[in-house]
């Protein structure tokens, strides 16, 4: 398993932006899926984004689609999480998560909490309105 470290939540205003980071050890993030979630409070753990190195592509939940950006640095093993125009929707518990990386099984693999293995404590997004 890898160990992720999330940082960078916080109380924003509505369409402020905010930056996730998301530092692993103990695996390189080049050779996991690295996906972020999110839950909010009496809901499920809902996908946000992913990357995968081995295809060479993102993914993105409708909610955050052109809003949201996520990016991997291979030197420093971390994930970011890019959030611009927040919304209140948006306030949540940001997860980050690490899993095998599984290109051939196509995108909806990458959205399912159950293929990833490890997760970060989370880190709270408030975005008020």
């Known amino acids: 398993q890898v160990q992720l470290v999330e940082s960078g939540g916080g109380l924003v205003q509505a369409g402020d932006s905010l930056r996730l980071s998301c530092a692993a050890s103990g695996r390189t993030v080049s050779s996991s899926a690295m996906g972020w979630f999110r839950q909010a409070p009496g809901n499920e753990r809902d996908f946000v984004a992913s990357?995968?190195?081995?295809?060479?592509?993102?993914y993105y939940a409708d909610s955050v689609k052109g809003r949201f950006t996520v990016s991997g640095d291979n030197v420093k093993n971390t994930v970011y999480l890019q959030m611009n125009s927040l919304k209140p929707e948006d306030t949540a518990v940001y997860y980050c998560?690490?899993?095998?990386?599984?290109?051939?099984?196509?995108?909806?693999?990458?959205?399912?909490?159950?293929?990833?293995?490890?997760w970060g404590q989370g880190t709270q997004v408030t975005v008020s309105s």
């Open positions: 998560a690490a899993g095998p990386d599984r290109y051939n099984r196509g995108s909806y693999y990458y959205t399912q909490a159950f293929n990833y293995d490890s």
């Open positions: 990357i995968s190195w081995t295809g060479g592509t993102t």
